[in-house]
């Protein structure tokens, strides 16, 4: 008995190896693009959207971070997000819910300071009823539909909600939001169309500031800035508008495990459905991370990973928990049990995974999932 404990004294203080990757994230990066952000609106102010636990790195620590750089306005998309972040986060950090006020969750909103984006009337009375059952004022933010179809009072109800508005509700209204459906397209014609819709929707409401350019809407100029942008992917060093230079910062660095290497043959089939057959011989390597890790099965034949700088392309299927990369340009035996490989970092970008994953930076880096092991520097 007492050997077994004192081997499971060894085997209880040894730490797990053998993460499936490593996904690192630099928050001093998180932190300079914030103050880019928040220098490219001056004089109005960078908020930070952190909505999906921060585009998949982490709401806590990466809010802390933008805490740290100045940010006190945080968007999140669902109430619960909301009340995961509110113990995270200190007090005067302000936790903004996009998708609006669901029924049941007025009372944990007031008591927790989560300020509820209003979207509809329905949401306006019930968070006036909450006020007054608790016989306090709440804090609000009002959005508009400016052209996007998605979330918030279409424009025709504008007078309807001012003048409901200049009764007392209740409500301390903060600000209002509209967002933009195609800023990262800077001709796109809808850009100047949703300015106007937010400009007259303005002039009903002339003591109220409002928020309405994201990552991309930042680029289209001033006149878009309104008083408080609200920023995401750009943040998170994602090229805010396609196809011209990144002017951010990258702030994550992946890198996945070696699990097997071996040689094969030509003829040798690679992966599920045998969709890649080598057609000499070949090294390979399998990796420990597939599609449930955010590597998409778009990937698969079309993908690559780096090794100090050689490219090696992804063969076959992307498997859920692993995938086969064609080492065969490395010099025998470079790669064993253990070793790393880039997927994202100097070499490629957030943006060339997402390409060649035929989608956007954003979905990559909100499938990522919670197998890596995680560091923040
Ligand atoms: C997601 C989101 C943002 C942030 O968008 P990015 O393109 O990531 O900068 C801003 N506002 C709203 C309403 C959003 O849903």
Not at 44 to 53: E, H, I, L, M, Y
Not at 259 to 268: D, E, H, L, W
Not at 271 to 285: C, I, K, Q
Not at 356 to 373: D, F, K, N, P
Request: aromatic fraction near 8%; charge should be negative; include cysteine.
């Amino acid at each position: 008995m007492d050997d077994f404990n004192s081997k499971f004294s060894l085997l209880a203080s040894a730490e797990p190896t053998g993460a499936c990757g490593y996904l690192t994230v630099d928050l001093s990066a998180l932190r300079r693009n914030y103050a880019k952000m928040a220098s490219l609106v001056a004089p109005g102010s960078a908020a930070a959207v952190v909505k999906a636990d921060a585009y998949g790195l982490g709401a806590g620590p990466v809010s802390n971070a933008f805490y740290d750089a100045g940010c006190r306005h945080f968007f999140v998309a669902q109430f619960q997000e909301a009340m995961a972040l509110r113990p995270q986060l200190a007090d005067d950090g302000q936790i903004f819910v996009l998708n609006g006020l669901q029924p049941g969750n007025e009372e944990l909103a007031a008591i927790h300071h989560i300020v509820p984006v209003l979207n509809s009337f329905d949401q306006v009375r019930r968070w006036s009823q909450m006020a007054g059952k608790l016989r306090t004022r709440l804090p609000a933010v009002l959005q508009f539909d400016s052209g996007m179809s998605r979330l918030g009072f279409p424009p025709e109800d504008r007078r309807e909600l001012r003048s409901l508005l200049q009764s007392d509700q209740g409500l301390d209204i903060l600000f209002m939001m509209s967002h933009l459906a195609s800023a990262d397209e800077p001709e796109h014609a809808q850009n100047a169309d949703q300015l106007a819709a937010v400009k007259s929707i303005c002039q009903e409401f002339p003591d109220l500031r409002i928020s309405l350019a994201n990552s991309a809407g930042v680029f289209l100029g001033d006149n878009y800035h309104g008083f408080l942008a609200r920023p995401g992917l750009a943040l998170y060093g994602g090229a805010p508008v396609g196809g011209a230079a990144n002017p951010m910062q990258p702030v994550i660095r992946l890198d996945i495990s070696v699990i097997q290497t071996r040689t094969v043959n030509a003829g040798a089939r690679v992966g599920y459905g045998a969709a890649y057959v080598a057609s000499g011989e070949r090294r390979l390597a399998t990796l420990a991370a597939g599609y449930a890790d955010g590597l998409l099965r778009s990937l698969s034949d079309r993908g690559a990973v780096f090794y100090q700088g050689v490219r090696l392309p992804i063969v076959g299927r992307v498997s859920m928990d692993s995938m086969t990369v064609d080492v065969t340009d490395l010099p025998d035996n470079t790669l064993s049990l253990g070793s790393l490989v880039e997927m994202i970092g100097p070499h490629q970008t957030l943006e060339d995974v997402a390409a060649a994953a035929g989608t956007i930076a954003y979905e990559v880096l909100t499938s990522l999932g919670q197998r890596y092991h995680r560091r923040y520097i």
